[in-house]
């Protein structure tokens, strides 16, 4: 099993700066994935950014040069950061954690609203 808790959403004028967070503690694989999705009202899921054990990124075209996403690696929890650069309207939405590695899990979500 894995926990994971998210942290950091919140309300921002556009042009604006927000960092979130992600603690994923429990059954840590060596070998894994995570990353952050957003799902935006009566849209689907969509991935931000994904980084993966060995520091590999990938972003969507949406948000490069803009996001940047890292992690910490601690004993038994790994702690998952987006840095939020020049928000955007169009960048509100509820943002998830995703952990993949043995098994797949997702965080609760936190809201990021950014305003015009």
């Known amino acids: 099993q894995v926990q994971l808790v998210e942290s950091g959403g919140g309300l921002v004028q556009a042009g604006g700066s927000l960092r979130l967070s992600c603690a994923a503690s429990g059954s840590i694989s060596s070998t894994n994935v995570m990353g952050w999705y957003r799902q935006a009202p009566e849209k689907q899921r969509e991935l931000v950014a994904l980084i993966t054990s060995g520091g590999s990124t990938n972003y969507a075209d949406s948000v490069k040069g803009r996001f940047t996403i890292s992690r910490d690696n601690a004993k038994n929890t790994v702690y998952l950061h987006l840095q939020m650069n020049s928000l955007k309207p169009e960048d509100t939405a509820v943002y998830y954690c995703?952990?993949?590695?043995?098994?797949?899990?997702w965080g609760q979500g936190t809201q990021v609203t950014v305003s015009s």
């Open positions: 995703r952990y993949v590695g043995s098994n797949n899990y």
